[in-house]
T-cell receptor, first 112, second 113 residues
């Protein structure tokens, strides 16, 4: 199996701007989840996509949105960036056999 | 609301010692529990997954146990090595079909050579 990959590795944006983060899931994993991890904290669930539709969401405002594509890649979009959006953003895909989640290396977003 | 707690927040032990990391959760109705390792600034590496019907899982020097009734899990690391230094996170999945994991804040482990 290929691993979960994310791009870019690091990103610096200004407050009020919009950002798109990308994730490529492991082959055959049709569920992708996104998490936000602030410094010193555990990851917080943003939402998940299954078969290109959002089917679960955490306590995040609508300016956090996503897309999943037929090839299992996905995007996380954040509009109207705020300083508190600075964090490590992680995506994870779920094995259909074991339900184990596999995480990518993350994208470090800094909002100034 | 499911809450996950990991104690201690940080732990330092000499190389070669065996050690135990603790994880507790408030709602025992979980689907599975997963232990992860995270190196500074990096993503999460899955270590062990325990299904709700299982009591323990082993991989190499690692052994994870699960006691659903008491809301506890432990990660046992045998013969610790400096390369084991990292933050260890536990996470529970509550609902089948919803992949949301609820994480603890982690235990930062330092192995002293």
């Amino acid at each position: 199996e290929t691993g979960v990959t994310q791009s870019p590795t690091h990103l610096i944006k200004t407050r009020g701007q919009q950002v798109t983060l990308r994730c490529s899931s492991q082959s055959g994993h049709n569920t992708v989840s996104w998490y936000q991890q602030a410094l010193g904290q555990g990851p917080q669930f943003i939402f998940q996509y299954y078969r290109e539709e959002e089917n679960g969401r955490g306590n995040f405002p609508p300016r956090f949105s996503g897309l999943q594509f037929p090839n299992y890649s996905s995007e996380l979009n954040v509009n109207a960036l705020e300083l508190d959006d600075s964090a490590l953003y992680l995506c994870a895909s779920t094995s259909r056999d074991t339900y184990e989640q596999y995480f990518g290396p993350g994208t470090r977003l800094t909002v100034t | 609301k499911q809450e996950v707690t990991q104690i201690p927040a940080a732990l330092s032990v000499p190389e070669g010692e065996n050690l135990v990391l603790n994880c507790s959760f408030t709602d025992s109705a979980i689907y599975n529990l997963q232990w992860f390792r995270q190196d500074p600034g990096k993503g999460l590496t899955s270590l062990l997954l325990i299904q709700s019907s299982q009591r323990e899982q082993t991989s190499g020097r690692l052994n994870a146990s699960l006691d659903k009734s008491s809301g506890r899990s432990t990660l046992y690391i045998a013969a610790s090595q400096p390369g084991d230094s990292a933050t260890y996170l536990c996470a529970v999945k509550v609902i089948f079909g919803n992949e949301k994991l609820t994480f603890g804040t982690g235990t930062r482990l330092t192995i002293i050579p």
